[in-house]
């Protein structure tokens, strides 16, 4: 039976692990049984193999199959323990992100710039933003945290920073209500332990291992119009990117 990717921001190798996912997770295919050969699911999804193989190996990376020479794509578990997958090939992949992950707001409050926010927030000390602090989960997932994060607005946009978006990023709705047209990302991934007070929240151990994730969101200003900082689990977030070399003339 062919199945009908239909239109989306994801690219389509995404979108083919996401079918499979929901195969798995509706016991079309138990653990234990073999996926259907690479060519089948090219018919089926009426995709290239390449395509296919980008969408399997994002399965294993999950922990959802695996993959052995001459036997096939075994399913290996039905859950991916709430490990986020971020597939990224342009600045729209961003906003699955916001959409696909629910927000549980801690504390929301007026700050000032210190000197040493300077580097975080690409500002001026004396700044004035909002900061939202919360742990984000996988809509639809269980409850278990994938990330604690910290979300600075810019004090131009407190009606935003007021409200908790329910299909829209803040950026987005920064962008959409006032306006502004979003010209770059900044982002920073560094390996990190996890705080005590941060591992709490996230429910592993103090110092354990995680990502610390930096997005910084500029429009036509200088200064970005949102940043965000956030901390992963090393075993709750797959990060994946392609970049595409430019065509030759």
């Not at 079918?19 to 079309?28: E, F, V």
Request: glycine fraction near 6%; include cysteine.
């Amino acid at each position: 039976m062919s199945v009908t990717l239909g239109p989306s921001k994801q690219p389509r190798y995404a979108r083919v692990a996401d079918s499979l996912m929901r195969d798995i997770a509706a016991g079309t295919y138990a653990v234990g049984d073999l996926l259907p050969p690479e060519s089948i699911l090219c018919e089926r999804f009426s995709v290239s193999r390449a395509t296919v193989r980008e969408a399997l190996r994002q399965l294993s990376e999950l922990g959802l199959v695996h993959k052995a020479h001459g036997i096939g794509t075994r399913v290996t578990a039905v859950e991916t323990q709430s490990n986020y997958l971020m597939s990224l090939d342009s600045v729209s992949g961003l906003m699955h992100y916001g959409t696909e992950t629910v927000l549980r707001l801690i504390d929301r409050v007026h700050i000032v710039a210190t000197p040493a926010d300077v580097r975080l927030l690409g500002c001026a000390a004396g700044d004035r933003w909002i900061r939202l602090r919360g742990v984000r989960s996988i809509v639809g997932a269980d409850k278990r945290p994938i990330a604690y994060s910290e979300i600075y607005i810019d004090d131009r946009f407190t009606d935003i920073a007021n409200e908790t978006p329910a299909a829209a990023t803040y950026y987005e709705m920064i962008i959409n209500r006032h306006g502004e047209e979003l010209q770059s990302v900044e982002q920073e991934i560094s390996a990190i332990n996890i705080v005590p007070e941060i591992a709490s929240m996230l429910a592993v151990k103090p110092d354990a291992a995680g990502l610390q994730i930096v997005r910084r969101y500029r429009c036509s200003r200088s200064q970005p119009i949102e940043v965000t900082l956030n901390y992963h689990p090393k075993d709750r977030f797959t990060y994946h990117l392609r970049l595409n070399r430019p065509p030759t003339k």
